[in-house]
């Protein structure tokens, strides 16, 4: 296990939400294995629930069916958000955990060891496979006294943003630990380790203590728990101390995630929307802390409220306390329990609208409105803003009531169908749509590559500006052709017609290349685009591995500077990339229209050397079989 160098994982469980779903289950059936082999696999509907059309329906019923004949639970769409069901329902201290959603690592707010992953590498991991990460680091984020009044777990990541950065946590994994830590409850910690992806980071981690086994114990299923705690002379190599009395609350500014200031510093700003919930912050406290501020108030007149629980549980909790008419009574919009607003499934703010959000994204375009200002915010700060129209500090609310986690939650399983026994599966029919298209096949890597840059690109790239998502191309997530008319939209509209005429090409980026979701659209669209390879100053971790699950090759600029030397539309070739992917760490990059020679690294173990000969992990898998 030495950091950097490739380890493979055994893994438990696995879980797929319905926007990168239906692609792994194309991917699985094409394995040709019967049965999951992992103990626990669970497939949820949260993404695509804005049915327009026939397409999410589809998708819906394909998975549905798919999940009863190979052994998975399946999540029907209105259960609510995978990440907040798995944590409540699933997730198990000290087992591994991957999922087809960047957020998976929301589980190691239970102390579970999970990560973020593309589609193929689900399916592989579904089919009994090992899932390959480079060995991380390790960085500690000690925390020590307890949040005062109004100040919460979103604080505490925004605040490790702010000093991380959306890159720092690349290639490492961070464990909190320290007093402080007895302080937070299983769903703080799981804001805390959901944001970890924000951070680049290949997850986060939290002990697994009394607090732990409260949780467990409300949710039912205290036979789970089991201790767990870095071991007292454990060796790290960062450390970062956090006193949680010393924070205040927070505010991530357009259009970044790190771009953190605290709500006083930015000041009174005027907004026209709040949106409250996602991953990151539904869980019943949350909602039970926005239900008392808004309590005998309205909604300012020039705000419009959205509030979507993240599970049933917390719906139906809610329901039953009488929070929701509190709720209702103020006048928030309330929606279906879904990720909804913030992949852009509705809401979307009007232009140039300022819009204050409970989630963990606010890349430029995601709202669904490409000029809209958003903000993310805690729940705290959401509820007060909507009722005083402006941004505010909720610290002026003076002193919080105390809002503790049930003792026990209310539990019904009713919405999860499990799978059928393994003598009934081969009888069930798997459902296809219409919307069900092939995936795009790689061929084997040629010997040399020549090829346009047909596309530049600047830092910290996300997966959201190569394959946007939002209502209109959701839908569209397993009918590879139709998603490639929006690629790379976001930076330039005329990308995909020029990469169909020209053929494809070669991307050049900067740092943090493929930061945000794990789609492997990201990777799949320009595949079929013709993209042969991105050459970029960094990348980021889970798009790294589905461009090469892909089989397009990831370069690293040996010199940062020779970013400078090309330009979009100049003519490149890659004249030794076999034999030097063969067995070399670098090759030569030609710039043909200047004759500039640039060396790039190849930072690739054997196996994914060996994947990309063979022109994706679909392939090698079938050559290696
Ligand atoms: C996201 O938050 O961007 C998503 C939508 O949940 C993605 C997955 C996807 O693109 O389907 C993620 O984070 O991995
Ligand atoms: Fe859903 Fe948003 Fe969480 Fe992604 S970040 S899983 S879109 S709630």
């Not at 040709?32 to 626990?40: A, C, D, S």
């Not at 955990?97 to 102390?111: F, M, N, R, V, W």
Request: aromatic share 6%.
């Amino acid at each position: 296990m030495i950091p950097g160098s490739e380890i493979g994982l055994k893994i438990d469980q696995t879980l797929t939400q319905d926007a990168t779903g239906t692609m792994a289950y194309l991917e699985f059936e094409a394995m040709g294995i019967p049965r999951v082999k992992t103990e626990l696999s669970v497939a949820y509907i949260d993404h695509n629930t804005l049915q327009t059309g026939f397409e999410n329906a589809d998708d819906h019923k394909y998975i549905q069916t798919v999940a009863k004949k190979h052994g998975l639970y399946f999540s029907r769409p209105g259960n609510g958000i995978c990440h907040q069901i798995h944590l409540e329902r699933f997730g198990v201290p000290g087992k591994t955990l991957i999922g087809s959603d960047s957020h998976t690592p929301t589980a190691g707010g239970l102390g579970m060891l999970a990560f973020g992953a593309g589609g193929l590498d689900v399916a592989v991991a579904m089919g009994g496979g090992a899932y390959y990460i480079n060995m991380p680091k390790m960085v500690r984020v000690n925390l020590t006294g307890k949040l005062r009044d109004w100040v919460s777990a979103k604080d505490v990541i925004l605040e490790v943003l702010r000093i991380m950065s959306v890159k720092g946590g690349v290639g490492k994994i961070i464990e909190y630990g320290g007093e402080g830590v007895k302080t937070l409850s299983v769903p703080e910690r799981a804001t805390i380790t959901n944001m970890g992806a924000e951070l680049g980071a290949s997850t986060s981690i939290f002990p697994s203590d009394e607090v732990t086994r409260a949780f467990l114990k409300a949710q039912g299923r205290e036979k789970d728990y089991v201790p767990l705690e870095a071991d007292e002379n454990a060796e790290y190599d960062e450390i970062i101390n956090i006193d949680l009395s010393s924070l205040e609350p927070m505010v991530a500014c357009p259009h970044s995630p790190d771009n953190v200031k605290s709500v006083e510093e930015v000041g009174n700003i005027l907004i026209d929307q709040v949106c409250i919930g996602s991953c990151t912050n539904s869980s019943y406290v949350d909602l039970m802390k926005v239900a008392y501020i808004l309590k005998g108030k309205t909604v300012a007149d020039n705000v419009s409220l959205s509030i979507a629980p993240g599970s049933k549980q917390v719906f139906n909790m809610l329901a039953a306390n009488g929070a929701l008419a509190d709720i209702i009574a103020a006048g928030a919009r309330v929606l279906e329990c879904a990720c909804g607003p913030c992949i852009g499934m509705g809401q979307s703010p009007k232009s140039g609208g300022v819009s204050l959000r409970t989630f963990n994204r606010n890349f430029e375009g995601r709202s669904g409105t490409k000029d809209a200002q958003v903000y993310l915010v805690s729940p705290e700060v959401a509820a007060y803003s909507a009722i005083k129209g402006v941004l505010s500090n909720p610290r002026e609310l003076g002193e919080e009531p105390e809002i503790q986690l049930p003792e026990q939650f209310q539990i019904n399983d009713n919405m999860i169908i499990p799978p059928a026994p393994p003598e009934e599966a081969k009888n069930i029919e798997v459902v296809r749509g219409p919307n069900i298209k092939p995936f795009p096949n790689a061929n084997p890597l040629a010997e040399r590559i020549d090829a346009e840059c047909i596309l530049k690109v600047g830092d910290n790239i996300t997966t959201d500006h190569i394959m946007p998502a939002g209502s209109k191309i959701l839908p569209y997530r397993s009918n590879i052709p139709y998603l490639s008319k929006f690629c790379f939209a976001v930076c330039d509209e005329q990308f995909a017609e020029r990469a169909k005429e020209k053929g494809g090409g070669i991307v050049v980026g900067g740092v943090n290349y493929g930061q945000g979701s794990s789609r492997e659209h990201a990777a799949l669209v320009p595949l079929y685009l013709g993209i042969k390879a991105v050459v970029a100053k960094s990348f980021a971790r889970i798009h790294t591995a589905n461009l090469i699950n892909a089989g397009i090759i990831p370069l690293t600029f040996a010199d940062e500077h020779d970013y400078d030397a090309i330009a979009q539309g100049d003519q490149l070739s890659l004249p030794d990339i076999k034999k030097d992917i063969e067995n070399s760490d670098t090759t030569v990059l030609e710039n043909k229209t200047t004759g500039k020679k640039i060396t790039v690294n190849i930072n690739l173990s054997k196996r994914q050397r060996e994947i990309i000969i063979a022109g994706g992990l679909l392939n090698y898998t079938r050559v290696s079989k």
